[in-house]
DNA sequence: CTCCGTTTGTTGAAAATTCAACAGACTTAT
DNA sequence: ATAAGTCTGTTGAATTTTCAACAAACGGAG
């Protein structure tokens, strides 16, 4: 576990508890490592909703996929940061999604009853976790906002402009990365792949924005 | 305080925690009540985000306007359900939304601090009330996965399907009323009103649903 | 370096949504 | 009961999105 700690450091799960105290206590939550490689499934829909995953190295993505096979990107995880507590917090009986690896991946999973649930040993530590699962759960219920305020605008150019700025806003810059390709991007905003690429030329063309691949700029 | 109580104990906020105790509790949490007539604002976008609101008597909805006057509905909030708690708990400066009353109604605000910081008293219901939180936080987690899951449809009569799936589900009966006029229901599912209607008409027509009203029902 | 598979941008046609306008049904207030 | 105002369904035109197909650009493997 020590080369993860690093990592666990910057989970919020772990927020104000002291590193040398780290590694006993994921002994006592029974905390397991998992390797994935690209394209995998994670934790497959329908799988009960016992764990809570943390992206300990690589990345993933939350999906949901229509009777249609059309693809939906709920969000993108990266690493040092949780998924699916809702569901393990919630106690609800099955993941509603797909977590999929879009890069060789190292997973913590952590079953979550032993969080919500004083353990025999009494270890402590419970009452800090489920303070910071709070503000967890807190701040994704804020991303979730800003999804909705990004997929709701009814054109293609808004939501993608309104994704632009949320991502300059996060990035602190006008020049910024984004987490995802063409096609995935026009399943996170929810609209047509060729459409998306004709709005971004048509962006482009006017001098509203630039771009190379996943690098993006706003000029404004 | 008294009259409240009966609403009080259905609230997620207060599971688990004595009845006989709650009067005592609200007083240390510093709970307020506040009336608002039907239309009125009762907190705007841009508020600082203290409070955490529960709804005693009457509805409200989220909504979200966007620059250009197109209203979004993001949820309805009916008696003894907490709103704005998530802002409240991931201690953001301003709420991003509006809380719009759609009837008269009667709300509770708590201070979110006095229940994250534990009160000069020393009352010991925080650790509960934190529990609580924590579970609501992860059960409107999940209410946002199935709003995505509805409005992630890429076509206006695949959303109102999904929608009204999803509410035959939960009133238990293929029969069943809904909260939003026409018009609200289209700033939910975020497809415009006229189409709506249309599409409504459609499926009377093909004999899978039939409505009058707010009184839906599933033939199938 | 070349080949092969994937990603991206472009196009035009088909389908769906949006928009504006209106009439009838329904509600509320007087 | 009447009148004024709101909500709902319908229509057709304008706009936008979706879909399918293809070629160019890119990237990795051998």
Aim: glycine share 4%.
């Amino acid at each position: 576990m020590e080369k993860y700690l690093k990592v666990l450091r910057n989970c919020s799960l772990f927020r104000n508890i002291e590193e040398s105290h780290l590694t006993k206590m994921l002994t006592c939550l029974g905390a397991k490592v998992e390797s994935f490689d690209k394209k995998y499934t994670i934790i497959a829909e329908g799988n009960p909703a016992k764990y809570i995953g943390i992206m300990l190295s690589g990345s993933a993505q939350i999906i949901r996929m229509d009777y249609f096979g059309n693809r939906n990107i709920v969000s993108g995880i990266e690493v040092s940061e949780t998924f699916c507590e809702a569901f393990a917090c919630a106690e609800v009986k099955a993941v509603p999604v797909t977590i999929v690896a879009t890069e060789p991946c190292e997973i913590m999973l952590i079953d979550c009853s032993h969080i919500l649930h004083t353990c025999s040993n009494n270890c402590g530590f419970h009452q800090q976790l489920i303070f910071n699962l709070m503000k967890d759960l807190a701040t994704k219920n804020i991303m979730f906002h800003q999804k909705i305020e990004i997929t709701s605008k009814r054109s293609t150019r808004e939501k993608l402009l309104s994704y632009l700025t949320f991502q300059a806003k996060k990035a602190g810059s006008n020049v910024f990365d984004i987490p995802f390709d063409r096609q995935e991007l026009a399943d996170y905003l929810e609209v047509d792949r060729s459409g998306l690429s004709a709005e971004i030329s048509k962006l482009r063309a006017e001098g509203i924005i630039e771009c190379r691949k996943n690098r993006f700029e706003i000029l404004y």
